[in-house]
């Protein structure tokens, strides 16, 4: 099947400082992406829909200041965390469709001290 | 919009004992239907899906899960589990009509073996 990777696996960083993660589709072209957030034993609550060369459609309650995507290519997306707080430390998980299935990154764990 | 429902958050079995997972979802427009299982730390893995055609869809490793459309469920099964089954399980759907494919994810049920 399809990969998709997600860099860094996992990252720390403290309070006020910004942190990008990226997911990139391995062997095949996306023109849409998702980014995914999960809670400690919770599950995946979808953030946004990323769409190459063109606007993030965020779900709602998402602050889109704060989750910043970028789409630039067909085969990149980012997510860049501002101004992380303890409160955004989670799991955060990339998905990508191919053929109609989605497959999904290894996903980024952040914690911001 | 869609959603899925996963009624039981944990789910403790003994080895080699049947289980059934359970998943309903609703929607208002066709949907295709999905179990991924994510080990610790771990990102999701598809174990198995439902597109169209035969409503029983199985897994390699001896899940089973079957389309009820009039009961709106899509139970995952197995009828013998090992200790290495034990992992997060989630039910998920996503719309027909949308291409980009984004899929709706349900609360998960955390499948635990003992010996």
């Known amino acids: 099947g399809a990969v998709v990777s997600q860099h860094p696996s996992w990252v720390i960083c403290k309070s006020g400082t910004s942190v990008k993660i990226e997911c990139r589709s391995l062997?095949?072209?996306?023109?849409?992406m998702f980014w995914y957030r999960q809670f400690p034993k919770q599950s995946l609550m979808l953030m946004a829909t990323s769409n190459e060369g063109s606007k993030a459609t965020y779900e709602q309650g998402v602050e889109k200041d704060k989750f910043l995507i970028n789409h630039a290519s067909l085969t990149l997306s980012t997510l860049t965390v501002t101004s992380a707080h303890p409160e955004d430390s989670s799991f955060y998980i990339c998905?990508?469709?191919?053929?109609?299935?989605?497959?999904f990154g290894q996903g980024t764990r952040l914690t911001v001290v | 919009a869609q959603s899925v429902t996963q009624l039981d958050s944990q789910v403790p079995v003994f080895e080699e004992a049947p289980v059934e997972l359970r998943c309903n979802y609703s929607?208002?427009?066709?949907?295709?239907l999905f179990w991924y299982v994510q080990y610790p730390n771990q990102g999701l893995q598809l174990l198995l899906k439902y597109l169209s055609g035969s409503t029983l869809v199985e897994s390699i490793n001896g899940f089973e899960a079957e389309f009820n459309k009039s009961q709106t469920s899509f139970h995952l099964r197995k009828p013998s589990v090992h200790i290495s089954d034990t992992a997060e399980y989630f039910c998920a759907v996503s719309d027909l009509d949308s291409s980009a494919s984004k899929i709706i994810f349900g609360s998960g049920t955390r499948l635990s073996i003992r010996p």
């Open positions: 998905s990508a469709s191919s053929g109609g299935e989605a497959f």
């Open positions: 929607s208002s427009v066709s949907v295709y």
């Open positions: 062997d095949f072209q996306a023109t849409t």
